[in-house]
């Protein structure tokens, strides 16, 4: 099993351009999750797929960044308009169902100049 | 929303010493709460993880729940240099959802 897979795992972006990150779960996997982590702010929760279904958004700033998942075996984060704040390491995590381990991705480090 | 927050921020130890990591939260609904390590570079891996209050032993690794205090704790007995790392306090939401809220993290390091 080759673990969690996010592609690419290093991207820069000029301010206001957009920026897709990847995100392949453990299949068998029915939950997709996506934070972001950042030294001052620490790991911060994005977004929550159950099923391919969103469940939970709370975390994921409105205007700019959406998610999907159109299928099992990949998830997408997109954030248009990227701004130098967005920088930081995203990391997109699955698990097998309630309460169950999160196994994590290498992240991707975007990085917005 | 959940609010965690972990102390201390960094830890500096010697090997073989007992080293306690702690961790609170902002809801006693929360239903799991764990424990994750990540070094440097790497993604962050399960530690270990409890349900309800109480304590769970495994290994050097030791961890107290207390629900009715809001706090949560890691204990490492004669740690290593490979212990070495950032370790997270994740609480799980209260609403049934299985998203968790983490901690800043406590910087832990071993001295040989």
């Known amino acids: 099993n080759a673990g969690v897979i996010q592609t690419p795992r290093h991207k820069v972006t000029g301010k206001g351009q957009e920026a897709t990150l990847w995100c392949e779960p453990i299949?068998?996997?029915?939950?997709v999750f996506w934070y972001r982590q950042t030294i001052v702010q620490g790991l911060e929760f994005l977004t929550y797929f159950r099923n391919q279904a969103p469940i939970d958004d709370s975390g994921m700033p409105k205007e700019r960044f959406s998610a999907q998942m159109p299928n099992q075996s990949h998830s997408t984060l997109k954030i248009q308009s990227t701004q130098p704040q967005d920088s930081a390491v995203y990391l997109c995590?699955?698990?097998?169902?309630?309460?169950?381990?999160?196994?994590f991705g290498p992240g991707t480090r975007l990085t917005v100049l | 929303q959940q609010k965690v927050q972990q102390s201390p921020e960094s830890l500096i130890v010697p090997e073989g010493a007992m080293t306690s990591l702690n961790c609170t939260f902002s809801?006693?609904?929360?239903?799991?709460f764990a424990w994750y390590r990540q070094h440097s570079g790497k993604a962050p891996k399960a530690l270990m993880s409890?349900?309800?209050?109480g304590e769970k032993e495994e290994g050097r690794f030791t961890i107290h729940l207390n629900k009715a205090s809001l706090h949560f704790s890691l204990h490492i007995r004669d740690s290593q240099p490979s212990d070495s790392a950032l370790y997270l306090c994740a609480v799980s939401g209260n609403t049934g959802y299985q998203n968790f809220y983490f901690g800043k993290g406590t910087s832990l390091t071993v001295i040989p």
């Open positions: 995590a699955s698990s097998l169902g309630n309460y169950a381990e999160q196994f």
């Open positions: 809801d006693s609904a929360s239903q799991y």
């Open positions: 409890i349900f309800s209050n």
């Open positions: 299949s068998g996997h029915s939950a």
